[in-house]
């Protein structure tokens, strides 16, 4: 489910609403029994009065697009025998196969929705700083692309990737401590395809895979689709306890691992060295691959940097992810898969079902950003600017939502890991925020098992200064009344506390 509402139109919000929700119900995206969002919920995530939510759901009630069940709330109706205009006579819902309940997480659909306004500050996004997008070098790269390689960038290029962006990954990574070859490299449509390539070569429904809870949520929303079950292990400031790991391995046996060991997403936190030696240990003596998801670690802006475990990895156990998403612009969707030749081969053979290839011209210009210094020089500009970003956003919460808020400094990436207090959760802060005019990220999203209903986490390297030092105010300002609502203005008896 999405909504848009376009400001400038001269068509009412509720008209706009009632339209959107129409085309979504007769096209089979909101089956028949999908629970709509609550009036006011729904009004608080777009910025509107709760009447014209509920004039919207009176239009489309009249229609008999949707019924209100006691109980159940406002759910699209089952459709009634009507005449089908040319075109439209097949009934679409009940040839798809199920989506997975995790595709239609209400908490992000909200937070989405929220972000969309053009009066909000968002912290929800998980990219760069758009500012600072290379945009002009970008425009010279692919002008000189087209100019001396025009005809061959434009062709098919080989699955695997373009030849010398491949051998440029891997003359990168052997600079960071890597022993890898090109031949192990396979270039993917942003590293999210490469999870899914690998979920669909090493995965099977009721296969296990331990994961850190909590974790990235692109990640849970993958291996569901696949099936797979998940051994949730927590993680401290030192990244994930992998001494759990190793007391549940025997009794659980899962078939991967997956881990983001450098600042990690959604924590901010960095897997300490031991740990990682260890993880490896672990994974060698059981047999487990390890899927090594890094595409924060270039973002370091203070501290030694760790090695990877996949410049760690002796023994062909450590299969690597990237991307140049988080560094660059996520428009080109590029990333790399690295690992043994036997997974490289089984991952290109699937590809070619998907893609075919990955855009050749996206391809030679981040050839171009490695082999030239380009990237170095991009990345030195962002370890610059960062920081700051990051210690705007640590100040303001100091300023204004000490008494509500607790989070850790993170040494490099995009987010800040915070954690409500006396109990409040993230899914009822969510439309309050949104009623100040901020989104975040609800971290019970990030968490396999179900938990984590008091954690948010936050981006600071989307907003500028001035809009993390005004957004923070705001979320302090939603966070005090929402604590406000639920305890009273005297709060005197919730505080106290046991002197024994």
């Known amino acids: 489910m999405r909504l848009t509402l376009d400001r400038t139109s001269s068509i009412p919000f509720y008209r706009q609403i009632a339209e959107q929700l129409r085309e979504q119900i007769r096209s089979g995206e909101l089956p028949p029994g999908t629970r709509l969002p609550p009036e006011r919920r729904?009004?608080?995530m777009l910025g509107v009065n709760r009447t014209t939510v509920v004039s919207a759901y009176r239009e489309l009630a009249a229609e008999g697009l949707i019924v209100g069940h006691v109980g159940r709330g406002t759910i699209v109706a089952e459709p009634q025998p009507s005449p089908q205009p040319l075109g439209s006579s097949v009934a679409w819902a009940q040839f798809f196969t199920p989506i997975t309940t995790v595709m239609r997480d209400p908490l992000l659909y909200d937070t989405m929705v929220v972000s969309a306004r053009?009066?909000?500050?968002?912290?929800?996004?998980?990219?760069?700083?758009?500012?600072?997008?290379?945009?002009?070098?970008?425009?010279?790269?692919?002008?000189e692309a087209l100019h001396h390689e025009g005809q061959s960038l434009l062709q098919y290029c080989p699955t695997e990737g373009y030849p010398p962006l491949r051998e440029a990954i891997a003359q990168y990574l052997r600079q960071h401590g890597a022993r890898t070859t090109a031949a192990h490299v396979l270039v993917v449509s942003g590293s999210q395809q490469g999870l899914y390539l690998l979920a669909r070569a090493l995965l099977e429904p009721g296969d296990v895979v331990a994961v850190e809870s909590p974790t990235y949520l692109?990640?849970?929303?993958?291996?569901?689709?696949?099936?797979?079950?998940?051994?949730?292990?927590?993680?401290?400031?030192?990244?994930?306890?992998?001494?759990?790991?190793?007391?549940?391995?025997?009794?659980?046996?899962?078939?991967?691992?997956?881990?983001?060991?450098?600042?990690?997403?959604?924590?901010?936190?960095?897997?300490?060295?031991?740990?990682?030696?260890?993880?490896?240990?672990?994974?060698?003596?059981?047999?487990?691959?390890?899927?090594?998801?890094?595409?924060?670690?270039?973002?370091?802006?203070?501290?030694?940097?760790?090695?990877?475990?996949?410049?760690?990895?002796?023994?062909?156990?450590?299969?690597?992810?990237?991307?140049?998403?988080?560094?660059?612009?996520?428009?080109?969707?590029?990333?790399?898969?690295?690992?043994?030749?036997?997974?490289?081969?089984?991952?290109?053979?699937?590809k070619q079902l998907v893609d075919l290839d990955t855009n050749a011209l996206a391809q030679w210009a981040v050839w171009a950003f490695l082999t030239r210094g380009l990237l170095d020089q991009h990345i030195e500009r962002l370890r610059q600017t960062y920081p700051v970003r990051r210690d705007r956003m640590l100040s303001a919460l100091e300023a204004y939502a000490a008494d509500v808020l607790a989070w850790e400094r993170p040494g490099g990436g995009l987010y800040l890991w915070c954690q409500l207090q006396d109990g409040l959760r993230?899914?009822?802060?969510?439309?309050?925020?949104?009623?100040?005019?901020?989104?975040?990220?609800?971290g019970e999203s990030c968490f396999p098992?179900?938990?984590?209903?008091?954690?948010?986490?936050?981006?600071?390297?989307?907003?500028?200064?001035?809009?993390?030092?005004?957004?923070?105010?705001?979320?302090?300002?939603?966070i005090h009344t929402l604590r406000a609502n639920r305890f009273g203005r005297d709060r005197t008896a919730v505080l106290a506390r046991p002197l024994v």
């Open 42 to 44: 729904l009004a608080a």
């Open 118 to 143: 053009p009066d909000v500050i968002s912290f929800a996004t998980g990219a760069p700083a758009p500012e600072f997008y290379p945009v002009e070098t970008v425009r010279a790269l692919l002008d």
């Open 218 to 350: 692109g990640a849970l929303h993958v291996f569901r689709a696949i099936g797979a079950r998940f051994l949730p292990i927590p993680v401290d400031r030192h990244g994930m306890h992998v001494s759990v790991l190793e007391d549940m391995v025997q009794r659980r046996r899962p078939k991967l691992i997956y881990t983001l060991p450098t600042f990690q997403n959604p924590t901010g936190t960095t897997l300490s060295l031991e740990r990682r030696q260890r993880l490896l240990d672990i994974a060698i003596r059981y047999q487990i691959p390890i899927i090594e998801d890094d595409p924060y670690s270039m973002l370091r802006y203070e501290g030694p940097a760790l090695p990877s475990l996949l410049s760690l990895d002796t023994a062909g156990i450590v299969i690597y992810l990237s991307t140049v998403s988080k560094v660059l612009f996520p428009g080109f969707r590029i990333g790399w898969v690295v690992g043994p030749q036997p997974v490289i081969e089984r991952l290109s053979t699937l």
């Open 426 to 442: 993230a899914r009822d802060l969510l439309p309050e925020a949104a009623r100040h005019g901020v989104a975040f990220t609800p």
């Open 449 to 478: 098992d179900g938990g984590g209903a008091e954690f948010l986490r936050l981006n600071f390297t989307y907003p500028n200064p001035d809009q993390i030092e005004e957004g923070i105010k705001r979320l302090a300002q939603a």
